[in-house]
């Protein structure tokens, strides 16, 4: 058996070099809930830097600002092809994006298009680095970087599973800094006890069930932390088999525990941040993390 990659490439090259963006597989994306008065959209960026030694890694900023009552997270990344909803990356309402181009959905060349079968086999590669110049403001702030696989139902149509996969967990330490944030390897980051998957979130009749998951150890600030040809499909038949109906009364949805009736839509990577005691106002924290070698297969 052989692997076969479903992302662009293993280095974000994207059909062409750094200067030229105009038309490329990979959409920005970043959100921040607005506030009337006052833009509340991350001051994140994206970019082509030389990070660590490694000239082929991309670069994320992001930054957490909030108004009183504002109880909201904020987050910076980049997605292959289209959002899961079907429609090409764009601007609309609080969430801000620069358009990917839909080729990816197309079989030209083969290996490069979504969705596929979330019955195949998955492996996945990604080296992500943390940096500490610049900083968290309250005690209850949290920064993350992430890596994100939307599985789309396709028999309840209107239901995706986002699979939120933690390279990096940082918390405010008791100076000035970020400092990495336990967890357990194949247990969760989020939920009421720290160790459950989060529960399902609905916007109109669309359904969106996030299963949070560690799958490495946090790395020392200014290092790599590398998983390389990890196999994931444990925590795909996890995610897709949990009883979200269940744990989520009254969420409407429907559990299809089947992987053949589910479809890996895109995938996508960057950093988050939130504030868990959601009461503070004002800026919140800003973090910087960096990303090289991403690449997901499956085996044919």
């Known amino acids: 058996m052989a692997n076969q990659k479903i992302t662009q490439d293993t280095f974000f090259e994207m059909q062409g070099d750094a200067s030229n963006k105009a038309n490329k597989y990979w959409a920005i994306r970043q959100y921040d809930k607005c506030t009337s008065g006052k833009d509340n959209s991350p001051a994140a960026a994206w970019d082509w830097k030389f990070i660590i030694d490694y000239a082929k890694s991309f670069e994320f900023k992001a930054d957490l600002y909030r108004q009183s009552g504002y109880a909201e997270q904020s987050w910076i990344a980049i997605m292959q092809g289209k959002t ?63 890596v994100n696989l939307w599985f789309r139902d396709t028999v309840s149509t209107n239901q995706y599973l986002v699979m939120d996969l933690a390279m990096i967990n940082l918390k405010k330490g008791t100076g000035t800094d970020w400092v990495g944030e336990s967890f357990t390897v194949g247990g969760s980051y989020y939920g009421p006890t720290q160790g459950v998957p989060y529960q399902v979130s609905t916007s109109g009749t669309t359904k969106i069930a996030h299963y949070n998951v560690v799958i490495t150890s946090n790395p020392s600030s200014g290092s790599w932390v590398t998983a390389f040809n990890m196999d994931i499909d444990s925590y795909v038949t996890s995610a897709i088999g949990y009883d979200w109906a269940g744990n989520n009364p009254g969420k409407g949805w429907v559990n299809h525990s089947n992987r053949s009736q589910w479809e890996l839509w895109t995938a996508e990577l960057g950093v988050e941040i939130d504030d868990d005691s959601h009461n503070t106002t004002g800026q919140v924290g800003k973090c910087r993390m960096a990303t090289k070698m991403f690449q997901v297969e499956y085996t044919i």
């Open 84 to 146: 899961p909803w079907g429609a090409a990356s764009n601007v609309s309402s609080c969430e801000v994006t620069r358009k990917a181009t839909d080729n990816v959905f197309s079989t030209s060349p083969g290996w490069l298009y979504f969705p596929k079968p979330a019955d195949k086999h998955w492996y996945l590669s990604a080296a992500m680095a943390w940096f500490t110049d610049l900083k968290p403001t309250f005690a209850d702030v949290r920064a993350r970087g992430l």
